[in-house]
């Protein structure tokens, strides 16, 4: 998408290179053979252009209104706006939203020029609605060109009826587009990486012997568990649960792992919570209190995936 806008804008450069530069009621103007509505086009500084036949095809009134509508354009710098629109775009490809975005933004910069034209040149409603109707042509194909005979002349003229549209609202699009934009380039150098995942493998020992080492593979602040029981049918569920947390430490690639630890034998419960720090592939050590006379220990080795 980038290329596209890097084409368009080389192609818009190249169709328009071949100009005569003529005076149109004391305002310079480009004229071009290749365009077929009026433009406003250029970078730092826009240049309006005209088609070879514009003096001839409209009226000495519309003229005037579409000088100033471009003008207003070339004050606004909308087309560097415009190009930097289609750039967000193009970075945030993947966000449905954005497309609406962009051509919203797009109507907005032109009602708010249509509504300074009308102002400066007294037009009304009705001969303005008529004038945008005249100026109706074949779409350029160029998506960099900024022009005021596109898609949307139906909602410029219910904004224009209505006179709701504020200028505030193109401001604010504006920021949120460079805001998001923004956004989206710093989370793409800023090193962001998908969540890891750790081997976790625990040596249960009862009074010194292994009775058990369950190895899980946990991701990432995710709640993994373990559970070892022994059915009765007069006790209830005997054995032990284990839910654990584990999260990337701040130093030596270390990884922290917080345990929630259930135990039950017979009378004997033990509920504790326990946290420890493990070096990859070194193991922690974890004893488990009891007021009985058997010992439990737990042995943990952690590793990234």
Same mark, same amino acid.
């Given at each position: 998408?980038?290329?596209?806008?890097?084409?368009?804008?080389?192609?818009?450069?190249?169709?328009?290179r071949?100009?005569n530069?003529?005076?149109?009621?004391?305002?310079?103007?480009?004229? #071009?053979?290749?365009?077929?509505?009026?433009?406003?086009?250029?970078?730092?500084?826009?240049?309006?252009?005209?088609?070879?036949?514009?003096?001839?095809k409209?009226?000495?009134r519309?003229i005037?209104?579409?000088?100033?509508?471009?003008?207003?354009?070339v004050?606004?710098?909308?087309?560097?706006? =415009?190009?930097?629109?289609?750039?967000?775009?193009?970075?945030?490809?993947?966000?449905?939203?954005?497309?609406y975005?962009?051509?919203?933004? $797009?109507?907005?910069?032109?009602?708010?020029?249509?509504? =300074?034209?009308?102002?400066?040149?007294?037009a009304?409603?009705?001969?303005y609605? #008529? !004038?945008?109707?005249?100026?109706?042509?074949?779409q350029?194909? &160029?998506?960099? !060109?900024?022009?005021?005979?596109?898609?949307?002349?139906?909602?410029?003229?219910?904004?224009?009826?209505?006179?709701?549209?504020?200028?505030?609202?193109?401001v604010?699009?504006?920021?949120l587009?460079?805001?998001?934009?923004?956004?989206?380039?710093i989370?793409?150098?800023?090193?962001?990486?998908?969540?890891? !995942?750790?081997?976790?493998?625990?040596?249960?020992?009862?009074?010194g012997?292994?009775?058990?080492?369950?190895?899980i593979?946990?991701?990432?602040?995710q709640?993994?568990?373990?559970?070892?029981?022994?059915?009765?049918d007069?006790?209830?569920t005997?054995?032990l649960?284990?839910?654990?947390?584990?999260?990337?430490?701040v130093? #030596?690639?270390?990884?922290?792992?917080?345990?929630?630890? $259930?135990?039950? &034998?017979?009378?004997?419960e033990?509920r504790? #919570?326990?946290?420890?720090?493990?070096?990859? &592939?070194? $193991?922690?050590?974890?004893?488990?209190?009891?007021?009985?006379k058997?010992?439990?220990?737990?042995?943990?080795?952690?590793?990234?995936?």
């Amino acid at each position: 998408m980038l290329f596209r806008i890097l084409l368009g804008y080389f192609s818009a450069k190249k169709q328009l290179r071949s100009c005569n530069q003529v005076v149109i009621q004391g305002q310079p103007v480009f004229i #071009n053979k290749y365009i077929q509505s009026p433009l406003s086009f250029g970078l730092p500084k826009s240049k309006i252009y005209f088609p070879l036949d514009a003096e001839t095809k409209w009226t000495s009134r519309e003229i005037q209104m579409i000088l100033a509508h471009e003008n207003f354009h070339v004050e606004r710098n909308d087309s560097l706006w =415009k190009l930097l629109s289609l750039i967000v775009q193009a970075i945030l490809f993947f966000a449905p939203w954005m497309y609406y975005l962009h051509r919203r933004f $797009e109507l907005e910069m032109e009602v708010v020029c249509d509504l =300074k034209t009308c102002k400066k040149t007294g037009a009304d409603i009705q001969e303005y609605g #008529n !004038f945008l109707l005249a100026m109706t042509c074949a779409q350029p194909q &160029n998506l960099i !060109f900024t022009n005021m005979t596109d898609s949307t002349l139906k909602r410029r003229l219910l904004a224009m009826k209505s006179k709701t549209v504020n200028s505030r609202l193109l401001v604010f699009i504006l920021s949120l587009v460079i805001l998001l934009g923004g956004s989206t380039a710093i989370g793409m150098t800023s090193g962001i990486k998908e969540k890891n !995942f750790f081997i976790i493998k625990t040596k249960i020992i009862v009074d010194g012997k292994l009775v058990s080492s369950p190895e899980i593979l946990a991701k990432e602040n995710q709640k993994a568990s373990i559970t070892l029981t022994n059915n009765t049918d007069n006790s209830g569920t005997q054995g032990l649960r284990m839910q654990l947390m584990a999260q990337g430490a701040v130093r #030596n690639d270390a990884i922290e792992i917080n345990y929630d630890i $259930e135990y039950k &034998n017979g009378k004997e419960e033990i509920r504790t #919570n326990p946290q420890i720090i493990v070096v990859p &592939n070194q $193991e922690a050590e974890i004893n488990l209190s009891s007021d009985s006379k058997h010992s439990y220990k737990m042995l943990v080795v952690a590793k990234r995936q």
